[in-house]
């Protein structure tokens, strides 16, 4: 599954009850300024927290923003994973530097291919051809996490909404994925300035253990 969104001077883009704050190692959260920006440090925490408070209150978020999610139901916090963080801010500064916004890299790897080349073990059944995406979603050019990940649930212009439903477990596999990273960065330089990568999977101590039917995020 792949998800995109894009903000640029007024423009987004995306490219895949009682709520309890699940802190992250701040080691793990540092987002890179790639140059020229102001700090994002926090971005990634942010994001992180308001992604797992729209998860666990999804009726009460779709009310507030405008979107049907009367039926969608209510989901366990995602667990901050740092094998995944690394991976996804490696993702977002790539992107960053080298002025893209896409699932596959300049280089031709996409999102399922980069991760397990990372080390991350995902299911043996995962594809894992070049533009293979059953772990990404991306959004550029909004300034704030909680912006970004607005962006993705509103998901404009997709149909079917392929990054809200990633990231609220709409389909499967993404009803089996329990971990997360979350990656930002920023280049002044670059076209939409910031970019933020998020990536779930289920836990490696049981990627190969399953198999099921996989749906993939299209752009």
């Known amino acids: 599954m792949s998800v995109s969104l894009k903000h640029r001077t007024g423009m987004r883009l995306v490219f895949c009850c009682l709520f309890v704050s699940l802190l992250a190692p701040a080691q793990k959260l540092m987002a890179q300024t790639v140059s020229g920006c102001g700090d994002t440090s926090q971005e990634a925490l942010k994001a992180f927290n308001y992604l797992n408070e729209i ?8 009310e507030r923003i405008g979107l049907s999610l009367g039926k969608v139901r209510r989901l366990a916090a995602l667990h901050w994973n740092p094998r995944l963080s690394e991976i996804a801010q490696k993702r977002a500064e790539n992107m960053a530097r080298r002025n893209y916004f ?5 280089d031709g790897v996409g999102p399922n291919r980069f991760v397990i080349g990372a080390g991350y073990h995902l299911p043996s059944y995962y594809p894992s051809d070049s533009e293979a995406n059953t772990v990404e979603s991306l959004a550029a050019g909004a300034p704030t996490g909680n912006e970004a990940i607005d962006d993705l649930m509103i998901d404009k212009g997709e149909m079917p909404p392929s990054h809200r439903i990633h990231l609220l477990a709409l389909a499967s596999p993404f009803d089996r994925h329990t971990e997360v990273g979350i990656g930002v960065a920023c280049s002044a330089a670059s076209d939409y300035q910031y970019y933020y990568e998020v990536l779930t999977a289920p836990p490696e101590a049981i990627a190969t253990r399953r198999t099921a039917r996989i749906r993939t995020v299209k752009e």
């Open 55 to 62: 998860r666990q209150q999804p009726q009460v978020y779709g």
């Open 102 to 106: 896409a699932h596959v890299d300049p």
